[in-house]
């Protein structure tokens, strides 16, 4: 079975909007399904009250945000009060900087990468520093931009108290082996495992205790749905953890991570992505037993085995152009056999700049950028001047094969003439 991608794009009204209009830069943020559109449209039409309270607009307005607060629980094999819904991920990662502080001494250890968004990195450094502990690196392979394990192994030890690292880097676009380095890390230390999934999520979600991580965070603006991100920690961990909350709601797991309170409308649209997701597996799996707007992890298995069918096709011309073309560095693997390579796929133009690469591009209608994408202490690392950056092409899978044909002879373009 492959993937229906007419029935895909007819989901998505803004690709109908200007339909010469090529959009490859989704892993800066994604589309919004209707199905999303749809629920904030409801909630701001008709429960827009503050929510829970006793009369009947204010509890369909709960209900709505319990329902997305569940169903993603659901999707994701967690408890509901182990999901914190956030402004960004990188305001739920600097929340939780302040929430483990606590656990952090003169003598304790953390490792981070140099391959990450500077979301998942400079707030762990900044508030170890502050503590007085040791920042070890796990430096990416020069070459290729991939973490090796064997030198975490050699980072890991007795004192390492935290291990932070992207599931899939926003500019290798290859993906982490996270089961693999979280059993790694547990069978060297008491360390605890925390995850950026924001480049990882709009490709699979991730059924989370397979993983085994305590910590894992994505942004849903780049998953279909509304700014928001999902923030899992493990509640095995949170008596270890100081809350962030008021302190008269510091007996509500799902309140501890949340300073702010949660953004009404925004939450109970999260549920759209749900929607959205069922609707195509609906479609797709039609022999099925319905189970009404639920996503359990085996539904999300299946569709994820035909996206990435899908996604692997799409990227496959791309990395094999920009593979042998001797005028621009491929970022990461420059192919797609051994099924970790997501289709966002960044090059550094060796006879020009990035930006007048990207220049070039976006004037063949192409929606393409440049820059650093905040992965900077990488592209310094990988020798990339980070103020001109890489170009980066980032598709999903309502993109299509016709317009990846235009991105083709846009990249030919660009770069050989
Ligand atoms: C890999 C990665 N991590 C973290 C972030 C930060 O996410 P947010 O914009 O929700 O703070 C981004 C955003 O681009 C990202 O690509």
């Known amino acids: 079975m492959k993937l229906d991608i007419e029935f895909v794009r007819k989901q998505f009204n803004q690709l109908h909007d200007n339909p010469e209009f090529v959009f490859c830069s989704n892993a800066g943020g994604s589309y919004v399904a209707n199905q999303v559109n749809t629920l904030m449209n409801h909630y701001n039409s008709h429960t827009r009250v503050q929510p829970y309270e006793r009369y009947a607009p204010s509890s369909q307005a709960g209900e709505a945000m319990d329902r997305a607060i569940e169903g993603w629980a659901e999707a994701l094999n967690i408890s509901a009060n182990e999901l914190t819904i956030g402004p960004s991920t990188s305001m739920n990662t600097y929340v939780m900087a302040q929430a483990i502080g606590v656990d952090l001494g003169a003598t304790d250890e953390i490792i981070v990468t140099n391959q990450d968004h500077e979301a998942n990195s400079g707030v ?3 508030k170890a520093a502050e503590k007085g502990a040791e920042i070890c690196e796990w430096k990416v392979n020069l070459e290729s931009g991939l973490l090796d394990l064997e030198q975490l192994d050699c980072l890991v030890n007795q004192n390492t108290k935290w291990v932070f690292f992207a599931h899939c880097s926003n500019i290798v676009g290859t993906s982490n082996p996270v089961s693999e380095i979280t059993r790694r ?5 008491n360390a605890k495992v925390f995850v950026d999934a924001v480049a990882q999520a709009p490709h699979h979600i991730c059924d989370l205790k397979e993983l ?3 910590g894992y965070a994505f942004s849903l603006y780049k998953v279909y749905g509304p700014h928001q991100s999902l923030l899992y920690v493990n509640r095995e961990i949170v008596s270890g953890l100081t809350p962030q909350c008021h302190y008269f709601n510091t007996g509500c797991d799902s309140k501890l991570f949340n300073p702010a309170g949660p953004q009404h409308a925004q939450v109970a649209s999260c549920a759209g992505v749900l929607d959205y997701f069922d609707a195509l597996h609906q479609h797709h799996f039609k022999d099925t037993p319905r189970a009404p707007q639920r996503m359990a992890p085996q539904r999300m298995t299946q569709l994820h085995s035909l996206i990435s069918a899908y996604e692997t096709e799409l990227t496959a011309p791309i990395l094999d152009f920009l593979g042998n073309d001797d005028k621009v560095r491929l970022i990461g693997k420059n192919h797609t056999r051994d099924n970790d390579r997501v289709p966002t796929i960044a090059f550094q133009p060796l006879k020009q700049s990035a930006l007048a690469v990207s220049t070039k591009i976006q004037d063949m ?12 202490r990488l592209l310094t690392d990988l020798g990339i001047d980070a103020d001109d950056g890489v170009v980066r092409i980032s598709l999903v899978h309502y ?14 373009h660009a770069i050989n003439h």
């Open 185 to 189: 890390v547990k069978q060297n230390s």
């Open 365 to 376: 209608g192409i929606g393409c950028e440049s820059g650093h994408f905040y992965a900077h």
């Open 212 to 214: 085994g991580v305590d």
């Open 399 to 412: 993109n299509s094969t016709e317009e990846v044909e235009k991105i083709l002879m846009a990249l030919d």
């Open 124 to 126: 762990w450094r900044r």
